[in-house]
Structures are given as structure tokens and as C-alpha cells.
């Protein structure tokens, strides 16, 4: 089995598809080529691939909308790709499931270091335990449930999640005993915009830990991994 990750590039401008299409075939990439959204269902239908660059503004079927498809259909990685002026266009992509963006005009070995960047993010996440939407998970003195997106005392007090705190709380839970650097939790939780040393993880985490931690100046929970990043310490079962 050809082990080359397939790429799909889906743009209805001609002279930017093909050209893209060329140059990433150059470095070792192999190349689907689709002028719109129709086409790359077709071949999405057709064969696997392992990442999507995708146009935004596309006529017909538009980017958002087969990014949004794509994230409740597949788990494909997706590069965005948007005019300069098109900033909610971005952030919108962002928020429906892109895993990066790039701005036209770009430069295509920067499209190239993003596109080995987000492969690689998608082989190296630590594989999490299977959660359905609607279990409960026990851990320490905790009930956490998934449905409510809130954790439950022994004492039967429940205190709510924020949404960040939700997603990074999932991401620990379903990956106990593993250490978690900050650039895997802020790919876990979405946090694709993020800037370099973005610390807004950590503050995540601090939340977490006065909402759980009997002592969250000394936690037992969410433990920190000096040079590392976070591990989740407390064993973890279904409430089942």
C-alpha cells in the first residue's frame, strides 16, 4: 500500500489548482485535483484521502459548506484557503472544523510546511478511549457528564463547564495517565488559531483545577509535567 499521503486540492481557479497541484507533486505528494465542491465528493466517494486544501469562496457550493460536511462525514485534516480581506470567512472555517488557513496569495512552501505540520498533528495525537456523547465518567470524587457538560460531586453538587473547559477536561479524560504537551491540547480543543506561546491552556487548566482540585495549589488531578506539559493522574472508569 503507497504509504505517499494523498492530497486533495479543491479550488475553482484554474491557474492556482494546477499549479499548486504541480509543485506539491514535486516534493513527494500524490495530487487530486477538484474545480468545485461536487467534484470533490466524488472523489472523496472514491478514494482516501489524507488531507483537503480547501478554497473558501468557491461558485456553487462554497468552502464553509463542504468543510462543514466534511467535518460531520469524515475525519479528514482541511487547510482553508481565503482572500486577504476575508477574515470572518476564516474565523468561520476555524470554528466549523479547519485544521489551518492560508491567505492568497501565499507562498507555497509555506502551504507545504502547514500541510506537513496538520499531517502530522493527525498521526501523532495520543488515541483517546471511546466516550459516547451521552456516558458519565467517574474519576477522583467527580461524575462527569458528557451530556450535561458538567461534573458532579459526591455530594451530588453539580458545577458547570465552560465551553473550553469542557473540551480540554474531554480531551484529559479520554487520554488518562498520558502526557499531553500544550500543543497537542490546544490541537485537541480546537485551538487552531492560537498564536506561538499562547498560554491560554494553561489558564484552562488553572480554571479546571480550582473547580476540581481539593488543593489546586497542589494538584492530584491535572498534574503538570515539568518541560512537558499536563497529565491526567486520577483513574478513570464509566459510571456504568
Known amino acids: 500500500m503507497d504509504a505517499t499521503p494523498h492530497i486533495l486540492v479543491v479550488d475553482d ?43 473558501v469562496m468557491m461558485p456553487g457550493e462554497d468552502g464553509l459548506s463542504l468543510c462543514r460536511h466534511l467535518r460531520e462525514s469524515l475525519n479528514i485534516p482541511i487547510i482553508m484557503l481565503t482572500a486577504m480581506a476575508d477574515d470572518a470567512d476564516r474565523i468561520v472555517g476555524l470554528e466549523i472544523g479547519a485544521d489551518d488557513y492560508v491567505v492568497k496569495p501565499f507562498n507555497p512552501r509555506e502551504l507545504l510546511a502547514r500541510i506537513k505540520a496538520v499531517l502530522r498533528r493527525a498521526t501523532t495525537l495520543p488515541r483517546a478511549r471511546e466516550a459516547a456523547p451521552e456516558k458519565k465518567i467517574v474519576f477522583d470524587r467527580w461524575v462527569f457528564d458528557l451530556a ?35 500543543d497537542q491540547l490546544m490541537d485537541l480543543t480546537s485551538g487552531r488559531d492560537a498564536q ?45
Open 148 to 182: 450535561r457538560r458538567e461534573v458532579v460531586s459526591g455530594d451530588g453538587v453539580a458545577v458547570p463547564l465552560s465551553t473550553a473547559e469542557f473540551r480540554l477536561l474531554s480531551a484529559l479524560v479520554q487520554r488518562p495517565r498520558m502526557v499531553l504537551t500544550r
Open 196 to 240: 506561538p506561546f499562547d498560554r491560554s491552556i494553561d489558564n484552562q487548566v488553572s480554571r479546571l483545577r480550582k473547580k476540581l482540585e481539593t488543593d489546586p495549589k497542589n494538584p492530584n488531578i491535572i498534574k503538570t509535567v515539568w518541560g512537558g506539559g499536563y497529565v491526567f493522574s486520577a483513574d478513570v472508569r464509566d459510571a456504568s
Open 13 to 55: 481557479q484554474r491557474d492556482i489548482r494546477e499549479p499548486l497541484g504541480r509543485y506539491l507533486e514535486k516534493q513527494g505528494l500524490r495530487i487530486s485535483l477538484a474545480a468545485g465542491a461536487a467534484e470533490a465528493r466524488e472523489l472523496l466517494r472514491c478514494s482516501a484521502v489524507d488531507l483537503v486544501i480547501l478554497d
